[in-house]
């Protein structure tokens, strides 16, 4: 498509910050805004053009800050609102914009909407959450919330039930009502006055709820899924157009929209390349059940992905958005396992060439490619001990009612699986350096630090020229060098291979050639053996001809 529409964040690579396992700057064991700052030349020698901040907004923490109380206050823990402004002049100062994280799904009980709005049925705000009866002295239906347990809670009060597709500490809003879009609205406009960059909506395809609240297919504990009835529900389109015309289309911003369940047809729409909706959304099917891990029970399990099927689910979405809508990159986020850990190989031996070899893999796709903190310096899954050891509530959660109460999993299964895919083991503090609590805090961090931290940190790869740190920058580089990289068309390769995931860019003339192999063997290819054409990048200094070393990446350019 020589035709593509241009745009800055088409063009940009985006670094994920999860504010509280990123720096702390006053030793009590929690990252902070000043923190944030004070890493900007560490973010601005890397090379992204964008930070992506993990909600830092009022919040009791529940979820991390993905319970806001206040959408105009800052965390206590994180600072103050002087802080934030001093972080978003000083990141624009060295030329990297600030992307919010925008939780506008559901707030926390602590909000003063939720305060007022459980008061009483006649309330002002009643209609800003989802109340209903219940049914036959129970709740109004089977739905199970995504971090266990009914999705419904009961309010004595007003003798009513509460919809809450997460912890009951974060009630969904109710999008239907007006009132509602229009203090979302507001909220929204307020931050991009204050010259913020865009959005990143979190289970924003979660909106729009379908309005008979229908009982959802049971699934193996039980309860009901919820999802076919609260993604991508009958009205998260309009909803989304209403917030473009009344807020995103009167600034040049970033958005890309969470949107769990989604299809590529449902993708074509939120990422419509009319600009009338989102940016681009994240996709889940790569680093879900679709990609051949197997499960034990809901998202636990102990297996990894198979090659081929995590290949074949992303050259779907490469070439059935091809220009139509904009592909977002990512393998890890604060959500998943570490990605070196999960797609590629964490023995001491191949993780740094493994790591290499993905992130190749994946910032060599077309679309905006999102670094998760940590992922450049090739951070890798934690061991859990005891559930002691954990942090997040779905970990908490599942281990009460899968272990606890169903005894469906031993204990010894459920912690392997938390070794595998449990959340915390994205959220271990940011690993600096080789001091005590790995340069992250002075004092006790709120997560202990992953043991491995005396020799994966920031120092040490910035002293070795071959680290992922520098390999990652010059992948950045090549981004913004090459425009093939962010607007050739993609031609998968190979598709037959069980060890290699290869595939060809095209623009103007020119074409680039991408192999990687996702083993620790080597195995035959045959893609460069006539055109040697001009290296760009590789993890291996030398090559051995017509083969692909373990986990051996090459990118080559070469006219068409
Ligand atoms: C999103 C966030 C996740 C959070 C959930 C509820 O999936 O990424 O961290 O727990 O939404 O807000
Ligand atoms: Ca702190």
């Given at each position: 498509m020589a035709n593509e529409q241009k745009a800055w964040w088409k063009e940009a690579v985006i670094y994920q910050i999860y504010p509280r396992s990123f720096?702390?700057?006053?030793?009590?064991g929690i990252g902070d805004l000043a923190g944030i700052t004070h890493r900007i030349p560490y973010l601005r020698k890397l090379g992204v053009n964008v930070i992506w901040l993990s909600p830092i907004y009022q919040?009791?923490?529940?979820?991390n800050g993905y319970d806001?109380?206040?959408?105009r206050a800052i965390m206590d823990d994180f600072g103050t609102m002087e802080d934030f402004d001093t972080l978003l002049k000083t990141a624009h100062e060295a030329g990297i914009k600030l992307v919010m994280d925008l939780v506008v799904n559901h707030t926390s009980d602590e909000h003063a909407w939720f305060v007022e709005s459980r008061k009483?049925?006649?309330?002002?705000?009643?209609?800003f959450y989802i109340w209903k009866d219940g049914r036959n002295g129970g709740a109004p239906n089977n739905w199970e919330s995504y971090f266990s347990g009914p999705a419904w809670q009961y309010d004595e009060a007003t003798d009513q039930y509460y919809l809450h597709?997460?912890?009951?500490k974060q009630p969904d809003l109710n999008w239907e009502n007006p009132k509602v879009r229009d203090a979302v609205f507001d909220m929204m406009t307020w931050w991009c006055e204050k010259g913020i960059d865009g959005f990143r909506m979190d289970?924003?395809?979660?909106?729009?709820?379908?309005?008979?609240f229908p009982d959802g297919p049971v699934k193996a504990d039980g309860y009901g899924d919820l999802s076919p009835h609260v993604?991508?529900?009958?009205r998260v389109h309009e909803y989304l157009q209403e917030m473009n015309r009344r807020v995103l289309s009167h600034y040049d911003l970033l958005t890309v929209g969470e949107a769990a369940g989604v299809t590529i047809d449902e993708a074509k729409k939120y990422a419509r390349s009319d600009g009338k909706e989102l940016g681009m959304v994240f996709q889940f099917e790569h680093v879900?059940?679709?990609?051949?891990?197997?499960?034990?029970?809901?998202?636990?399990?102990t297996g990894k992905p198979q090659m081929p099927k995590v290949r074949a689910i992303l050259n779907k979405w490469q070439r059935e958005l091809e220009g139509k809508a904009w592909n977002s990159l990512y393998l890890?986020?604060?959500?998943?396992?570490r990605c070196v850990s999960m797609f590629g190989n964490d023995s001491p031996k191949w993780r740094v060439l493994s790591a290499k070899m993905l992130a190749t893999c994946l910032h060599m796709q077309k679309g905006t490619p999102y670094i998760y903190q940590g992922e450049e310096l090739g951070m890798t899954n934690m061991k859990f001990?005891?559930?002691?050891d954990c942090q997040d509530l779905e970990e908490i959660n599942a281990w009460h009612q899968?272990?606890?109460?169903?005894?469906?999993?031993?204990a010894e299964t459920m912690l392997q699986c938390f070794d595998t895919v449990a959340r915390d083991n994205a959220r271990?503090?940011?690993?600096?350096?080789?001091?005590a609590s790995a340069g992250f805090?002075?004092?006790?961090?709120w997560l202990a630090v992953n043991p491995n931290y005396t020799e994966i940190n920031a120092e040490a790869a910035l002293k070795d020229p071959d680290s992922t740190f520098y390999y990652y920058q010059k992948l950045i580089r090549l981004r913004h060098a090459h425009p093939i990289i962010v607007y050739g068309t993609f031609e998968p390769l190979l598709?037959?291979?069980?060890?290699i995931y290869a595939f060809a860019r095209e623009l103007d003339g020119k074409r680039l050639t991408v192999a990687c192999n996702w083993t620790e063997h080597e195995v035959p290819c045959s893609?460069?053996?006539?055109n040697p054409g001009?290296?760009?990048?590789?993890?291996?200094?030398s090559h051995k001809a017509g083969i692909l070393q373990p986990y051996e990446a090459r990118v080559v350019l070469t006219d068409k």
């Open positions: 720096q702390d700057s006053n030793g009590d919040s009791p923490n529940d979820d806001i109380s206040d959408y009483s049925r006649e309330n002002p705000y009643r209609d597709c997460f912890s009951k289970v924003i395809s979660m909106i729009s709820k379908d309005q008979s993604c991508n529900g009958p879900g059940p679709e990609n051949g891990k197997g499960s034990i029970i809901d998202k636990w399990t890890d986020n604060h959500d998943q396992p001990h005891s559930l002691a899968y272990v606890d109460e169903q005894k469906k999993v031993s271990t503090p940011m690993q600096w350096d080789a001091s805090t002075t004092g006790r961090p598709e037959d291979s069980e060890t893609l460069f053996d006539e001009e290296e760009l990048i590789s993890n291996y200094p």
